[in-house]
């Protein structure tokens, strides 16, 4: 019963006894039941309103600290992506410097173009399956084991370069080009009749025809090793290619290089002409094998046909 509908009861039965007076024992009963009655009630309404206040209080607590530990969480997980994002950005620059390297050897291999794209993406693919949530934890193993294969296949190119570099360099130091464009044999290595006195001579190189002026080339990389005039030969260009070989070109009408000049495969060092010993414009070429003259037609790759 609450404390409007008591006092509605006990104002009915004072209302009631009006008809009937009453003594002063019977009033101080009544009045102290009601004052007990509502004092009682008062200490209900406030114990249940405390223990409210503090449940409410526990309630905020807990959800504070469930706030707190989402941040946390949320923190955590963003430290994670970050680091992922950082692994994979290192793995995009590995990537990108394997496909330079890759087109290096490409090109340095003389590939067909198109053999090997390494801008165009693998080609994978499989049935339809059921998409799966990966664990950040196989996710991390996955970069870590393509971090290892990155370098295991860069370390892999990068002595491959390096083989295929020190082979171009052997090559481009070989002599393996003619001295001279667009030009044939007059005469070749080996005996020949003396085009002097009669008789026979060795001829110690080939002899390339030119015109007075022409370009004359250096067959491979290496370092003018002299330049001037040597008896019989003329004005001489010989080069030292570092690598047991040296080349002479004889009979220029003028020199271009000087001792010291570094100069490369098809490179002019000097201009074609008829000093020396020599019944007219041509370019006399000589190949060198470790102080012993060899056949240069042993390492010319295409050169022209005499005529």
Known sequence: MTLHKVFDHLRQRLAHSGRHALDAATRRPLLAAVVLLASGVALGSGARTGVASAHLAILQQDNAAQAAALADTRAQAQREVNALAARLGELQAQANRLNALGERLAQAGELEDGEFDFGAPVGIGGPAATTLDIPAGDLREGIDQLDAQFRTSGAQLSVMASLMMDQKLAAD???????????????????????????????????????????????????????????????????????????????????????????????????????????????????????????????????????
């Not at 290595?189 to 080939?206: K, N, Q, S, T, V």
């Not at 002899?207 to 090793?225: E, I, M, N, R």
């Not at 003259?293 to 390492?299: D, S």
Request: cysteine-free.
């Open 173 to 307: 130091a070989t002599p393996s080009r003619t001295p001279i464009a667009h030009s044939y044999i007059t005469s070749r290595f080996g005996r020949r009749a003396d085009p002097f006195g009669g008789g026979g001579e060795y001829h110690r190189g080939i002899d390339f025809h030119a015109s007075t002026g022409d370009p004359v080339l250096a067959v491979a990389d290496g370092v003018v090793s002299y330049s001037g005039v040597r008896s019989g030969y003329g004005k001489v260009i010989e080069i030292d290619h570092g690598n047991g070989y040296v080349t002479r070109y004889a009979h220029n009408s003028s020199l271009v290089a000087r001792v010291g000049d570094l100069v490369r495969a098809g490179e002019q060092v000097a201009k074609a002409g008829s000093t020396g010993r020599s019944t007219g414009t041509h370019v006399h070429f000589e190949v060198w094998d470790r102080g012993r003259v060899v056949n240069p037609m042993r390492l010319i790759s295409r050169a022209a046909p005499s005529r």
